[in-house]
T-cell receptor, first 116, second 116 residues
Framework: AQSVTQLGSHVSVSEGALVLLRCNYSSSVPPYLFWYVQYPNQGLQLLLKYTSAATLVKGINDFEAEFKKSETSFHLTKPSAHMSDAAEYFCAVSRGYGGATNKLIFGTGTLLAVQP | NAGVTQTPKFQVLKTGQSMTLQCAQDMNHEYMSWYRQDPGMGLRLIHYSVGAGITDQGEVPNGYNVSRSTTEDFPLRLLSAAPSQTSVYFC???????????????FGAGTRLSVL
């Protein structure tokens, strides 16, 4: 079975500060890991994905995440927050091989607020 | 190229009524899925399809039916709506179940459903 835990349902940072959103996963098989962003009243957009290639994954809008197998983590970071980053962020996991690799298991989400 | 289109955007039902949430994609994607999003619970998979004529259950299938008669369309049917089905529903599609880095899920803008 697979699961995802996002630590912190709400995170607030100042504009220009480091963004760190935490995600830990549980998976009995090598996972694929994803970060999605949801702006108010919109669907989800893919920020980045890890598919067993490089452990440091770069995504859109200067976001990046590092896969750490020893810590079962896939934390999302951005060096400098912008007001437009205010949104809800979801970490998700799927099977890395075999079966329906498109079946995503989502975390409960982290709402990021950016203060001026 | 419209991507994934969901209709309606908003709907209010009375308990016991039936309705169909529509989802259409114009990207010739094999894989389509339905999720519901509830506060504090992230997104949960309801049903998914790996191609025309093939559907399967996700995490929370009870109270919902699906069919996939064409590649483009994947409607979600509520046969007898209940207040517990008040939620935001998202449809998603992707190219398939392979491990390609191009295989990502595209989400529609969602349908906001209230059951009174």
């Amino acid at each position: 079975a697979q699961s995802v835990t996002q630590l912190g349902s709400h995170v607030s940072v100042s504009e220009g500060a480091l963004v760190l959103l935490r995600c830990n996963y549980s998976s009995s098989v090598p996972p694929y890991l994803f970060w999605y962003v949801q702006y108010p009243n919109q669907g989800l957009q893919l920020l980045l994905k890890y598919t067993s290639a490089a452990t440091l994954v770069k995504g859109i809008n200067d976001f990046e995440a590092e896969f750490k197998k020893s810590e079962t983590s896939f934390h999302l970071t951005k060096p400098s927050a912008h007001m437009s980053d205010a949104a809800e962020y979801f970490c998700a996991v799927s099977r890395g091989y075999g079966g329906a690799t498109n079946k995503l298991i989502f975390g409960t989400g982290t709402l990021l607020a950016v203060q001026p | 190229n419209a991507g994934v289109t969901q209709t309606p955007k908003f709907q209010v039902l009375k308990t016991g009524q039936s309705m169909t949430l529509q989802c259409a994609q114009d990207m010739n994607h094999e894989y389509m899925s339905w999720y519901r999003q509830d506060p504090g619970m992230g997104l949960r998979l309801i049903h998914y399809s790996v191609g025309a004529g093939i559907t399967d259950q996700g995490e929370v299938p009870n109270g919902y039916n699906v069919s996939r008669s064409t590649t483009e369309d994947f409607p979600l049917r509520l046969l007898s709506a209940a207040p517990s089905q008040t939620s935001v529903y998202f449809c998603a599609s992707s190219t398939g179940t392979g491990g390609s880095v191009k295989n990502i899920q595209y989400f529609g803008a969602g349908t906001r459903l209230s059951v009174l």
